[in-house]
């Protein structure tokens, strides 16, 4: 089974008007650079995305706030892109901030086929308006539902045509939970192999979960805050 596509572009080309998109990566760790690159070129609009954050203000999903791609973040935490602040208190961008264990769980329950979970974060504040409560054991807690999308753009290490990954280091954070929680997965890696290449024991993602994978090249993996100590 071969599941690459020719690039990025042909990748983004199968994302609709209206699309709920899952974005890996924390800060700029681990994000999938070349398909947010494509999918602001094509100009694809009025999209959800569920991202750990909103990038910064020139490079990640940043690039598709600025040219208002996004209608819609569902996020953990966006101190680090100035636009994006500037639409949310202009209300020119719905947000939805999710405490950042509940949002990592949310994605892992919809992966798995879980209806919903108790958590006591959030108990007793805005976070838990609208949902139901329960005691359990003495203690006070809020049911969260699975967090899904129609696609999940994913950023991996090494990845075989039949779409098994790997990822490395840090840049294993939210991919692989997103991997699993949405109904077409598009991986971008940096070393596209042949099946078998790649040892079984290492894949952390089942090429079952990736529809489709393209193979990246060279990546900026640039740092969010660059923070150097005096000669």
């Not at 600025?66 to 569902?74: A, E, P, W």
């Not at 003495?138 to 990954?165: M, Q, S, T």
Request: with cysteine; proline share 5%; aromatic share 8%.
């Amino acid at each position: 089974m071969n599941k690459v596509l020719p690039d990025a572009d042909a990748a983004v080309a199968l994302v609709p008007e209206g699309a709920t998109i899952m974005m890996g990566g924390f800060g700029l760790c681990g994000i999938p650079e070349k398909l947010i690159k494509a999918l602001h070129a094509r100009g694809t609009g009025r999209l959800t995305v569920i991202s750990n954050n909103a990038g910064v203000d020139e490079f990640g999903i940043g690039v598709l706030l600025k040219s208002r791609q996004v209608k819609k973040m569902v996020s953990t935490y966006v101190g680090e892109n100035k636009e994006f602040e500037r639409q949310f208190l202009s209300g020119e961008l719905e947000v939805e901030l999710i405490p950042q264990g509940t949002f990592s769980e949310r994605i892992r329950a919809a992966g798995a086929g879980i209806g919903g979970f108790f958590t006591p974060t959030g108990y007793g504040t805005l976070v838990a308006e609208g949902k139901e409560t329960r005691m359990i054991d003495g203690k006070p807690y809020v049911l969260e539902g699975p967090l899904r999308a129609d696609f999940a753009f994913v950023k991996a290490w090494k990845g075989d045509r039949a779409g098994n990954l790997v990822y490395r280091r840090t840049a294993r954070n939210f991919n692989p939970v997103m991997a699993t929680a949405a109904r077409v997965t598009i991986a971008e890696v940096e070393q596209l192999m042949e099946p078998g290449d790649i040892d079984p024991d290492h894949v952390v993602t089942p090429g079952i979960f990736v529809r489709h994978i393209i193979g990246g090249g060279r990546y900026e993996k640039r740092i969010e805050k660059r923070t150097v100590r005096a000669e």
